[in-house]
C-alpha cells in the first residue's frame, strides 16, 4: 500500500513563497515586543526568569502569535495540500454529443411522414429536451460533410439551425459518413471535451462502410435508422455500425427510440469518467477553513489588542 508522504504534495506550491515574509514580519514584530531582549544581553538567563514580573501564565499567547499562525495557515490552505485523487465532478457536464444528420435527397422520401428528414428533426429536438443544459453539436453531412454548430448548450440556437437545413443547402448530394464521423472527432477533439456521435441516417453506401474499415475512427457512436419501423435496416448501415462497434437503434412512432438514444449516450458519458477518474487531486486545503475561523474569533477577546 502506498504511504500518505508518497503522494503527499501541493496544487499550487507557488503560495507557499507567502510563508517567508509572514516569517520574517513575525520574528521582528516578536523581538519588537519582547521587553526582556535587552536584559538577556546583561543578565544570566537563569536569573532572569526569577526577575521578571507578568511574562508567564496568559500573557504568553500574544496577538503577534496568532497573527503569525493564522497567515501561516492561510499559507497552506492556498498552497492547496493534497495527497489523494478523486473522479471530477463535473465529468458528466463535460462530455458532448455530436448529432450527425444526414441531408440527402434520399432522406426526402415520404415512406416515414412527413419525410425521413422532418421526422429526424422532430427526433433531435425531443433528444435536445432530454439533454437539457448538456453540450451538444450538430453536422450535416450528404456528398461532403459540415459543421453547422460546435458544442453548446443552448438547445435553442441547434433547434433553429436544424430547420434549416435542407438538401437544396448542400453543395453535393451523396453520402460522405467517414468525413463527417472524422470532422466529429476533430470537433471533440479541439474542445478538449469527452463524447460520442449520434448518426441520422436512412442508409450507408457500401462504398463508406468498407472505408471505415481504413479510417482511424475511435469515437464511440449509435445510429438511428431513418426507415419505418418494420423495414429491415439498410445493409450498409448495417456494416457501419458493425465497424464502429456501435448500435443500431430503429425507428419508432412513440418516444421510445431517444429514450434508448439518450440513456446510451448517458452510459457514454459514465464510462468516461469512470476512465477518468482519479485524475484530479483533492484539495485539502478547505479542510483548514473552521480552523481558520476558529483563530479569527481570537481577535474578539475583550482586552485581546487593548489592555
Not at 66 to 80: H, V
Not at 99 to 123: G, I
Not at 229 to 258: K, M
Request: charged share 20%.
Amino acid at each position: 500500500p502506498r504511504r500518505f508522504m508518497d503522494d503527499f504534495h501541493f496544487i499550487r506550491p507557488l503560495w507557499l513563497l507567502l510563508a517567508f515574509p509572514a516569517l520574517l514580519i513575525g520574528y521582528g514584530l516578536w523581538r519588537h515586543q519582547d521587553r526582556t531582549a535587552e536584559w538577556r544581553k546583561i543578565i544570566d538567563q537563569q536569573l532572569l526568569e526569577h526577575l521578571i514580573v507578568g511574562e508567564s501564565g496568559r500573557n504568553r499567547l500574544r496577538p503577534i502569535h496568532l497573527l503569525l499562525a493564522t497567515w501561516l495557515i492561510c499559507t497552506i490552505a492556498l498552497a492547496g495540500p493534497s495527497w489523494r485523487l478523486e473522479p471530477s465532478p463535473f465529468a458528466d457536464d463535460e462530455a458532448g454529443l455530436i448529432v450527425l444528420l444526414k441531408v440527402s435527397e434520399s432522406m426526402m422520401a415520404n415512406d416515414v411522414q412527413p419525410t425521413r428528414l422532418e421526422r429526424a428533426k422532430h427526433k433531435i429536438s425531443d433528444l435536445l429536451e432530454l439533454r437539457e443544459g448538456a453540450s451538444t453539436g450538430l453536422i450535416a453531412y450528404s456528398g461532403s460533410a459540415h459543421l453547422v454548430m460546435p458544442l453548446t448548450r443552448d438547445d435553442r440556437i441547434v433547434s433553429t439551425m436544424i430547420e434549416d437545413l435542407t438538401p437544396e443547402l448542400m453543395p453535393v448530394d451523396g453520402d460522405a459518413l467517414v468525413e463527417a464521423l472524422l470532422l466529429a472527432g476533430n470537433v471533440l477533439e479541439k474542445s478538449g471535451m469527452p463524447g460520442s456521435a449520434l448518426v441520422f441516417a436512412d442508409n450507408v453506401t457500401s462504398l463508406q462502410a468498407k472505408a471505415l474499415l481504413n479510417a482511424d475512427i475511435r469515437l464511440p457512436a449509435q445510429f438511428l435508422s431513418m426507415q419505418q419501423p418494420d423495414a429491415t435496416v439498410d445493409s450498409g448501415l448495417q456494416s457501419a455500425a458493425s465497424v464502429l462497434e456501435a448500435p443500431v437503434i430503429t425507428l419508432t412512432v412513440d418516444p421510445g427510440d431517444v429514450d434508448r438514444i439518450a440513456n446510451r449516450a448517458q452510459t457514454s458519458i459514465q464510462s468516461v469518467a469512470a476512465a477518468d477518474e482519479g485524475t484530479r487531486w483533492l484539495d485539502a486545503g478547505y479542510n483548514l477553513l473552521p480552523l481558520l475561523a476558529f483563530l479569527m474569533l481570537m481577535w474578539s477577546r475583550k482586552g485581546w489588542l487593548v489592555q
